[in-house]
């Protein structure tokens, strides 16, 4: 033992951060690719099949949306609806995933000491993995719809960041608040298939008014759809309200984020306790 | 574990080390609900009823000293708060008051396991272990190999942990512990599984680690490890602790407290319900029963106990006392099975204590005492004869203290 390992340190008890960034990094990066492992595991295609879901899923989606339901006044629709549909699976996927995260992981929570934080990290990491190789799909159809590329869709880092950042902040808290409620995971499941509704994905915003149509408005979702379509699909796109549908929507996220981070460093001194 | 306490071994003092764990005032209290609220309804369904809660004060004001290099035992009955000081130690809990200091780096080996997921094959999981016990990627994969070699289990390496069986897993979670070669190794009842192959490699392991000067706690209800393994022990009860010290003393209290637990008033479980003393004797060389025992002659033990209920991996351990009740020596005995035969005595059936043991003892009155306990787990007490044997040691060669030992020492006179 070297003498600096003899220096006394205070032990504080688990924590959401802390014990260095690189043991966070390299942590987040395993448990992500076991997560990933996992799922592809004992599957004849394997990690093909990260590429091969969203083009079946796509196809049945196309099917159903070209021939039942149309909106056909909207300017590509089908591509419109593709986009929406990864962009807003991205954000149900992740919660739903990240709300049991902890407690899937069970056994090493209740074994030893590790960043808490970096269980809901690991799942938002995969799923973005996931989105990219869906966004990628998605474009594929994008310009087979004869969509126009634009300079606009270097922007879409921008969207991808933003429903990132409102992704976690909603998956820590779901995450932190599992362990003690159980119900947490029931309620979210309904209260993300009303939000799949409450939130533009498969009826553009315009086609919704009074006051159901402000309160879709309000979703903080929404303006990332709307601005998503904007930029990739039709720059003619309207785009409800002004500033302000910007400024609401990012302090939202601000605060969202806040709560999430506050809620699950509060929560994981004592994570281990109630598993 | 069948390992004989020794009568006298070289105890190390190492309390003039520096500090490597140092607990000061250390308390946790769990809040249990009286009737336990997992769900929100239950507590938005009475918003003015204040959910009651029971407190149970799982350490009280616990503060210690570990010095670098020594072995500390942490003995208590279950329930007496020692995991869950093992578990604060390494960060797995957040005390409610007091504080922690330690140095250098820590492998816990908690609840039989080091945090495994058993939907991962081994390969990944100690990798994954060495990641959260704080190596590098690169360093968790070099000592892969390692950590497969000591659990014997290479050729398993790419199943997945839920098809190993307990004691694979277990042994492959010791062999990552002990392969992150921390500096501190806080180690949870490791020796109450596994076959006896498996707990030897244990001992091996604690003696080679100790002899390297590292430090390790041990939470254990095997007081035959305390006895030949600690450098110092601490004894917790009802979250208190009550002895901190020799660990031949704190063997002892802890003994005495299950005794005590048994006969206090509404102490629970009653031991005989589990074990009937048939009978016990001394024989001598010649094999006639006898009362007394000459000095120097071999002690012939013979014991028969009767299984009320099903004993599952019994251990029968045996204390030789003085008449005011020191310990001198004491042993262990496990049920000898075939092969593949489980280690269990049938309600009913009997088991047959018999042997001779070298007698160092000097002239006096001693006492045998006997324990029986359960599950390899010297914490599960099936039975507790205080006073099993009563006898006399005759002779005509008394000394100080209770045994005599050859001593080839000589008295010269310098330079002669």
Known sequence: MTDEALQLREVRGPSALGGGWRRTLELLYIIAVNDFKRTYFGTVLGYLWSLVRPLLLFAVLLAVFTHLVRFASVHHYTVLLLLNLVLFGFFSETTGQATSS?????????????????????????????????????????????????????????????????????????????????????????????????????????????????????????????????????????????????????????AVCVLGVWIFAREAPRIAESL | MTEVAQLSRPRRALTSGPVVIEARGVTKTFRIPDQRMDSLRERLGHPLTRVRYRDLRALRSISFDVHRGEFFGIVGRNGSGKSTLLKILASIYRADHGRIRMAGRLA?????????????????????????????????????????????????????????????????????????????????????????????????VFRARRAAGRTIVLVTHDMATVQSFCDRAMLLHDGELRYLGDPEETALRYYRLNFGGHTGAGGGDLPDVNVRLIDAWLEDPAGRRVENVEQGEPIGLNVIFEARHDLISPV???????????????????????????????????????????????????????????????????????QLLDFVVYGTQPGPGSVAVRADVEASVEGS
């Open chain 2, 316 to 386: 029968f351990g045996f204390h030789f006392l003085t008449a005011d009740g020191v310990q001198v020596f004491g042993f262990n005995r496990s049920l000898t099975v075939a092969e593949g035969e489980p280690d269990v005595l049938r309600a009913g059936q009997r088991a047959r204590i018999s042997g001779t043991i070298e007698n160092p003892l000097l002239p006096g009155r001693y006492h045998v005492s006997a324990l029986i306990s359960r599950n390899h787990n010297q914490g599960d007490l099936a039975l507790h004869v205080l």
């Open chain 1, 102 to 254: 902890v407690v899937n992981q069970e056994n090493v929570v209740r074994k030893t000491q590790f960043p808490r934080l970096v269980i809901p990290l690991a799942v938002v990491l995969m799923s973005l993995f996931n989105l990219a190789i869906n966004l990628v799909v998605a474009f594929a159809f994008i310009l087979g719809f004869g969509v126009a590329p634009a300079w606009t869709w270097l922007l879409l880092p921008v969207i991808v960041l933003a429903l990132t950042i409102y992704t976690t902040a909603v998956a820590m808290i779901l995450a932190s608040l599992f362990p003690r409620f159980r119900d947490v995971g029931i309620i979210w499941s309904v209260l993300a298939t009303a939000l799949f509704y409450a939130t533009p994905v498969i009826y553009p915003l315009q086609r919704v008014h009074g006051v159901i149509g402000r309160l879709i408005a309000a979703n903080p979702l929404t303006p990332i759809l709307e601005l998503a379509r904007r930029w990739v699909i039709d720059p003619h796109a309207p785009i409800t309200g002004g500033l302000l549908h910007i400024l609401v929507p990012a302090a939202t996220y601000l």
């Open chain 2, 108 to 204: 816990p080996f908690i609840e039989l396991g080091v945090g495994f997921n058993p939907e991962l094959t081994s390969r990944e999981n100690v990798v994954l272990n060495g990641v959260l016990m704080g190596l590098s990627r690169h360093e968790a994969r070099r000592r892969l190999d390692a950590v497969l070699d000591f659990a014997e289990l290479r050729e398993f390496a790419d199943l997945k942990l839920k098809n190993y069986s307990s004691g694979m897993m277990v042994r492959l979670a010791f062999a990552a512990m002990v392969e992150a070669d921390a500096d501190i190794m806080l180690i949870d009842e490791v020796l109450a599984v596994g076959d006896a192959a498996f707990a030897q490699k244990c001992l091996d």
